[in-house]
């Protein structure tokens, strides 16, 4: 039976990643360095240089890590990866041979179905479709679609070229040889795979948003300071990062986004009710790293 699972998988070698943004750029990377073609898409011609800009970066640290002392060997790699990657901002150019797209745009429910409807009409009957989202509905988003059955969630983890983990979700339409083709192609770019349901955050955020609330709320009520939070968190749990640290790098703004959109759905589940320092911090403008402050104040 697995035997025949593995013979009718489809094989990914032209890849169709939208949005060039930091998670698009990273993903569209990976598997031009997995040996696959890829074009990345962005409507934003200045997006689009933005992105050929970090793929550049990224894959000169790659390079330098994967053939250290020998430059030859970097350049070819860096040649031959970069050759493998077109830049688009015309989406209707991107389909024809296309055996996977991969969206990773704007986290808004309404713009992820205007594309994957378009998508839909375009992309040719073998292609697959999975989105990027951290936070919305794989179902949800896949309800425009005419081809659920070969839908399904590739979550990701910024910045995509480093870690490891991918967060394979499928929805009850989905195929069993579209999931493990899409398991497949996840291990063929390096990362480990792992298999969740359908539920708000998956399996990381899941965990991580409503640990990350719970920790503001701890500062909100004055029972210790954000310093002495991450800190405990650090020495007693041997985390890496405290959280109010990781809610300031990865965004104020990100994390009440997601944890707002929970509670509007689950408003009965008291994990998802919105720090009220969360959103005054939001409302002063203050984000974390990217503007310069948040829980902690950085240099620019």
């Known amino acids: 039976m697995a035997s025949a699972v593995t013979s ?13 943004g930091l998670m698009g750029s990273g993903i569209a990377q990976i598997a031009a360095q997995a040996g696959q073609s890829v074009t ?14 970090s793929i550049q970066s990224s894959l000169a640290r790659v390079a330098k890590k994967l053939h250290k002392d020998n430059p030859s060997a970097i350049e070819t790699f860096i040649k031959d990866t970069s050759s493998r990657i077109k830049y ?10 296309a055996d996977l797209v991969v969206e990773a745009i704007v986290e808004n429910i309404d713009a992820k179905h205007k594309l994957f409807a378009s998508l839909d009409e375009a992309a040719p009957q073998k292609t697959l479709f999975a989105s990027n989202t951290s936070s919305l509905s794989i179902k949800e988003i896949a309800s425009v679609t005419k081809r659920k059955d070969k839908f399904g969630g590739l979550h990701f983890f910024n910045p995509v070229a480093v870690m490891k983990l991918l967060e394979v979700i499928r929805i009850p339409e ?8 899409l398991m497949a192609w996840g291990k063929s770019v390096g990362k480990t795979c ?12 899941r965990l991580l948003v409503p640990y990350l609330a719970e920790a503001i709320k701890l500062v909100e009520r004055g029972d210790a300071s ?10 007693g749990a041997g985390y890496p990062m405290g959280p109010l640290e990781l809610a300031d790098y990865t965004g104020l703004d990100t994390t009440l986004f997601i944890i707002e959109g929970w509670h509007k759905q689950f408003p009965d589940n008291s994990l998802f009710t919105p720090p009220e320092k969360l959103k005054h911090l939001v409302k002063q403008g203050k984000l974390g790293r990217k503007t310069g402050e948040g829980f902690y104040k950085y240099n620019k």
């Open 174 to 181: 989905t195929s069993d040889t579209t999931y493990q083709t």
């Open 88 to 97: 688009l901002p015309d989406i209707s150019k991107s389909l024809d041979d």
């Open 226 to 235: 954000p310093q002495d939070v991450d800190t405990a968190m650090k020495l």
């Open 8 to 20: 009718s998988l489809n094989v990914i070698k032209n890849v169709t990643v939208i949005g060039g």
């Open 194 to 205: 792992i298999t969740c349901k359908d539920t708000p955050g998956f399996v990381v955020n």
């Open 40 to 53: 990345l898409v962005d409507l934003n011609a200045d997006v689009l240089k933005k992105s050929e800009a």
